[in-house]
């Protein structure tokens, strides 16, 4: 793209910058869409206030069927703020979608989806199928462009998490 226009950005003084805040904005912009897909379509399978990061935590704990911890949920989503990973739970609890078991430690508990969590995310997974993955279908060759930004959406993964450890010493004198 041509500096003007870009030359009055803060975020983007060259050419490289301006790529990079267009990919940031337009992941914000997919992030904002992609959850109002998934609060939309949950909201229409349950009567309870769920919102976002509830409807994800359930599908993370209903994922390969078998119980999980506060801290494994967390860690597969890669959030570091188990207060809140844990309100989410007990939301989740009240509506009967998960229930708390006790590890055989008996210092921690694990998660498991109910058989009410079980059909919620089954119609979820349906009108997922049946609408979201019908539509996606239609880009050509979906397959591998979706497995190719799925590795690069890893590897900046990583590259931002090394930059935010990185940032949090940094100085700019």
Do not use: C
């Amino acid at each position: 793209m041509e500096p003007k226009y870009y030359e009055n950005w803060h975020l983007a003084k060259s050419d490289n910058e301006f790529r990079v805040t267009e990919f940031e904005w337009s992941m914000i912009r997919f992030y904002e869409a992609f959850g109002r897909w998934v609060t939309t379509t949950g909201s229409v399978l349950t009567d309870a206030d769920i919102k976002f990061s509830e409807h994800l935590i359930l599908h993370v704990i209903r994922m390969q069927n078998r119980p999980k911890s506060s801290a494994t949920i967390a860690r597969m989503m890669n959030r570091d703020d188990l207060p809140n990973v844990q309100y989410s739970l007990r939301k989740l609890e009240s509506a009967k979608l998960i229930k708390k078991t006790k590890e055989k430690s008996g210092k921690t508990f694990s998660y498991s989806v109910t058989d009410t969590g079980k059909k919620m995310t089954d119609e979820y997974a349906h009108i997922r199928s049946d609408l979201l993955i019908r539509a996606i279908g239609t880009i050509s060759n979906i397959e591998d462009r979706v497995t190719e930004m799925t590795q690069l959406l890893s590897v900046l993964t990583g590259i931002y998490e090394e930059m935010a450890r990185s940032s949090a010493t940094f100085s700019t004198r």
